[in-house]
């Protein structure tokens, strides 16, 4: 059992780029989270879905984008990156919400130089 | 959106020592309140969760208890070991704009010297 996978760990991309940070999971959670963690700042928000086809914005949605076709599947794209997006992300799965567990993937680590 | 205030920020604790976070809240609903820990490199993970019917709940070496009165949770780890050195969030369920979201605190550093 793979629990919640992400690629890639680590990252590099130059001001402007794009890319897609991927995340599957494959114990049919319905609840899944994309959060951003910043040194001394706990974790934050950015989209989260409460199963495929229905995605909505957390506390810092902007510069990101993210879709669900499926119910394994939570991409998020970050479309023109600037250097603020420099930061840890994870993606995160849960059965039933808020007031169940969550399962975190291992991270990407994203530098925009 | 609920706030959650964590500290202290870091700790640094002998072995065998015990280790005290606090975390206050705002909101007086709640069903769930998990602490989660995190080691370098990895992801949070749960540690131990708390439901409000109980005041206290133990796992181990690892105890959260609960004070209604000052809206506050502590995660006391007894006996600490230098294995215990990670990062620990508490969070809460956010019941408010985003569903079905946790907000987390912002961490303790937890330092277990030998």
Not at chain 1, 65 to 89: H, I
Not at chain 2, 80 to 95: I, M, V
């Amino acid at each position: 059992n793979a629990g919640v996978t992400q690629t890639p760990k680590f990252r590099i991309l130059k001001i402007g780029q794009s890319m897609t940070l991927q995340c599957t999971q494959d114990m049919n959670h319905n609840y899944m989270y994309w959060y951003r963690q910043d040194p001394g700042m706990g974790l934050k928000l950015i989209y989260y879905s409460v199963g495929a086809g229905i995605t909505d914005k957390g506390e810092v949605p902007n510069g990101y984008n993210v879709s669900r076709s499926t119910t394994e599947d939570f991409p998020l794209r970050l479309e023109l990156a600037a250097p603020s997006q420099t930061s840890v992300y994870f993606c995160a799965s849960s059965y039933r919400g808020s007031n169940t567990e969550a399962f975190f993937g291992q991270g990407t680590r994203l530098t925009v130089v | 959106q609920q706030q959650v205030k964590q500290s202290p920020q870091s700790l640094i604790v002998q072995k065998g020592g015990i280790s005290i976070i606090n975390c206050a809240y705002e909101n007086t609903a709640f069903d769930y309140f998990p602490w989660y820990q995190q080691f370098p490199g990895k992801g949070p993970a749960l540690l131990i969760a708390i439901r409000p019917d109980v005041s206290e709940k133990k796992e181990g070496r690892f105890t959260i208890s609960f004070n209604k009165s000052a809206k506050q949770f502590s995660l006391h780890i007894m006996d600490s070991q230098p294995g215990d050195s990670a990062t620990y969030f508490c969070a809460f369920p956010n019941y408010g704009g985003s569903q079905g979201n946790l907000i987390f605190g912002k961490g303790t550093k937890l330092s277990v010297k030998p």
